[in-house]
Nanobody, 117 residues
Framework: QVQLVESGGGLVQPGGSLRLSCAAS????????MGWYRQAPGKQRELVAT???????TYEDSVKGRFTISRDNTKNTVHLQMNSLKAEDSAVYYC???????????WGQGTQVTVSS
């Protein structure tokens, strides 16, 4: 069973930075994608950024130029560097893993990011 464990959330002032990390207990297939989604109160969960095993990245428009996703395939980890944070970035951030070979989708438990002065 794949488990995803997130870390790095917290409270930060507007304009500040945070780095989220996610570690997968195991990745069965080498063809996969890892990413981050977020969900604010009263809103649907939305994609923030993803990165494939071949390091192709996608970003939600509002975070382009501010957030950077990266991964370490040797450690089964994915990171999200968030700079120039805004109040509207406040949400619970969820790590996600999609296994393209076996078809599984996995989620972490979520980590809270709050941007407030």
């Amino acid at each position: 069973q794949v488990q995803l464990v997130e870390s790095g959330g917290g409270l930060v002032q507007p304009g500040g930075s945070l780095r989220l990390s996610c570690a997968a207990s195991v990745i069965i297939s080498i063809i996969n994608a890892m990413g981050w989604y977020r969900q604010a109160p009263g809103k649907q969960r939305e994609l923030v950024a993803t990165i494939t095993s071949s390091r192709v990245t996608t970003y939600e428009d509002s975070v382009k130029g501010r957030f950077t996703i990266s991964r370490d395939n040797t450690k089964n980890t994915v990171h999200l560097q968030m700079n120039s944070l805004k109040a509207e970035d406040s949400a619970v951030y969820y790590c996600n893993l999609v296994d393209y070979v076996l078809g599984g989708t996995y989620w972490g438990q979520g980590t809270q990011v709050t941007v407030s002065s």
